[in-house]
């Protein structure tokens, strides 16, 4: 699936690629964040899959799960899925956010990351 950063892939600028390591064991893309307090935060994700194949993104804080979505033809318009998170419960906390590229049949599972961005306001 060629896994890595790619100029320009189905109409996106900068696309990561990740790939699931096993047929058990998501690609895992974590930082720590400070969710301000008094302010509205949300995770903005846009997110692609495969022609040929599909996975679950999964969002967790701090190991706690905030979202479990399957990204495919299905759910994703020509291609990509939008979703946004709200992370404001969080508020006041430095947490570690993960996105997980879960396989869910070890078929063409990549997941090509066009935008992942936390904002407050």
Known sequence: MDPGLKAEW????N???SHPADPNTGCVLSKTVA???GKKT?????VGHSPQGDFDLIVRADGRQL???PVSKATA?????EKD???????GKKVKLEMVNQPTGWM???AYWAKIAVTSE
């Open 10 to 13: 189905q109409g996106k600028k």
């Open 15 to 17: 696309v990561f690629v």
């Open 67 to 69: 979202l479990r979505t």
């Open 108 to 110: 063409c599972e990549a």
């Open 42 to 46: 949300t995770l903005r994700l846009v």
């Open 77 to 81: 318009k020509n291609t990509w899925l």
């Open 85 to 91: 998170v709200d992370l404001t419960p969080l508020a």
């Open 35 to 37: 969710v301000p307090a």
